[in-house]
């Protein structure tokens, strides 16, 4: 029979092992530990929560910073097409009819979603002839040509999607299922081309 302040040995029954003191146990210290453990475990919480709030918001920042078209930015012939004349103001008569040309933002050139795609569909020198849409594709986001297709389409060099300028951008061909947004265009005071307000509506894929 076991005796008190006896346990028996697990491994040896018939063995009874003196009981543990009360006082071999150190309250203060078990609970001081206890306090230890969960602070390590918040602090596990925090970390793990930072580690994935700071890159949104580090992504947030950059969005932040990189700053779309608005009213009355000049419109600058982009690097792609333009040679010698990249970053230079764009006019009227630099856009022959049925023409493309693509044209960023003067400044705002690091924001690939700012790209333009300007088109003359009618003669003469104003803006009444020219019609700008964003860039970058409906589809999955890729850049379009500047030169216009045989058709006078604008056309997406990944999977060919192809959009009618004269048409509000309508899709024409392709896996695209939405049109090209428009950017209202006007004249500066020199007569450069400006943008007379945002891009209007999604850019790229929604
Ligand atoms: S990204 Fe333009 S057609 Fe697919």
Redesign the pocket.
């Known amino acids: 029979m076991m005796r008190a302040n006896t346990r028996t040995d697990t491994r040896n029954p018939s063995v009874d092992l003196p009981a543990p003191e009360l006082g071999d146990f150190d309250v203060q210290q078990y609970s001081t530990r206890r306090r230890f453990l969960k602070w390590m475990i918040r602090i596990g919480y925090g970390a793990f929560a930072l580690a994935f709030a700071l890159p949104a918001l580090a992504l947030r920042a950059l969005q932040t910073e990189q700053q779309g078209i608005a009213e009355g930015d000049v419109l600058v012939f982009a690097s792609g097409n333009a040679g010698a004349q990249a970053g230079t103001a764009v006019k009227p008569g630099d856009i022959p009819e049925g023409t493309g040309l693509q044209v960023f933002p003067q400044g705002k050139t690091d924001n690939q979603s700012n790209l333009v795609e300007v088109v003359r569909i009618a003669p003469g020198e104003g803006v009444d002839g020219l019609v700008a849409y964003s860039a970058i594709?409906t589809?999955?986001?890729?850049a379009?040509y500047a030169k216009l297709n045989q058709a006078g389409h604008i056309a997406?060099?990944?999977?060919?999607?192809q959009f009618d300028p004269a048409n509000n951008a309508k899709v024409v061909g392709?896996?695209?299922n939405r049109p090209l947004p428009p950017l209202p265009l006007g004249l500066g005071p020199d007569g450069s081309l400006i943008a007379s307000g945002p891009i209007e509506g999604p850019i790229g894929p929604e």
């Open positions: 594709c589809h999955l986001g890729c379009v997406c060099p990944c999977h060919n999607s392709g896996p695209a």
